[in-house]
């Protein structure tokens, strides 16, 4: 019907009844004054112009063209990654507590999700993007490290805080139990600590006395065993700062390849008992103790 208008008709919505429906309508034309304003307008005439003309104005309608079209392509994408509420649980503890492991996340729920549903919740969040995971063996544990994506943290409505530090996601998840340890202990400690004059930066420091610190390097790859000697050297030798250093790995079996490097090395004979080994189960049983 709007193609076959004719020049004084137009179409009505007539809902004064029960039943809305529509009327055509025919109104007398009345041609727009196109002459000179008279005391009477109060819209006096513009003529038109191309919006190559009118620059300020052809800017403001692109951007104002691009803000609807990012609002559609977000409420689409929302509306198209709606999780379920066991999801939306574990992302929002995900995003509250940093660094710590699923299955302690998973205590905090007020039932018990079989391994089947774990799965699906893991598959739910990393399909929308929004946490991601890592699956790592330490000692007699498979665990699953999870960190939240900021549109994670948006989908909850909280601040995005990723897992500090340098390294990949398991290196920065035993940094942060480190400082949860520290927390717990009661002591003052560092993360990213830089040695003394050195530029070496230690993973975490714990403070034992005023300017005397234990210093906790973290071995998570196969890449940080061949330049422990480096870094032991700069905390013990090139420093009056690091009283002892813990090297801290996730598999007692990393202990004998890092040990013959250590011993290879003669300048390190002399500060060989401050030297010392811990696994990062030790640190998640201390953090998290068996009930």
């Known amino acids: 019907m709007l193609s076959t208008l004719r020049i004084g008709e137009c179409i009505l919505r007539q809902s004064q009844s029960a039943y809305p429906h529509a009327l055509l309508a025919i109104v007398d034309l009345v041609p727009p004054f196109r002459g000179a304003t008279t005391r009477c307008d109060t819209h006096p005439f513009v003529a038109a112009a191309s919006l190559k003309q009118l620059p300020e104005l052809e800017e ?3 951007r104002r063209k691009a803000e609807f079209w990012q609002s559609r392509r977000r409420q689409k994408q929302t509306a198209g990654e709606e999780i379920s509420n066991d999801a939306h649980t574990l ?3 995900i995003v509250l507590h940093p660094a710590v492991p699923v299955v302690q996340l998973l205590k905090k729920l007020d039932k018990k999700l079989s391994f089947g549903k774990q799965a699906a919740i893991r598959q739910e969040l990393e399909q929308a993007t929004y946490a991601e995971f890592d ?3 330490v000692g007699k544990f498979n665990l699953l ?5 900021e549109e994670g943290a ?3 409505g909280k601040r995005y805080v990723p897992i500090p530090g340098r ?3 398991p290196h920065r998840t035993y940094a942060a139990w480190l400082m949860m340890l520290a927390g717990k202990q009661g002591i003052r400690a560092r993360r990213e600590f830089v040695v003394g004059a050195t530029t ?3 993973d975490v420091a714990h403070e034992e006395a005023e300017g005397r610190w234990h210093a906790f390097e973290i071995i998570a790859t196969p890449s940080g065993v061949n330049i422990i000697a480096d870094h032991l050297r700069a905390c013990l030798l090139q420093s009056n700062m690091i009283t002892r250093v813990t090297i801290v790995i996730p598999l007692l079996s990393m202990k004998a390849e ?3 490097i250590i011993d290879a090395d003669r300048q390190l004979d002399a500060v060989r008992d401050r030297i010392a080994f811990q696994t990062v189960t030790e640190i998640y049983e201390e953090l998290w103790p068996s009930s």
Request: glycine fraction near 4%.
């Open 145 to 149: 490290l999870p960190e939240a994506r």
């Open 258 to 260: 890092l040990s013959a």
């Open 91 to 93: 992302l929002m503890l």
């Open 154 to 156: 948006q989908r909850v």
């Open 135 to 137: 699956e790592e063996r």
């Open 200 to 202: 070496h930066p230690v």
């Open 167 to 169: 390294g990949k996601r």
């Open 60 to 62: 403001l309608i692109k």
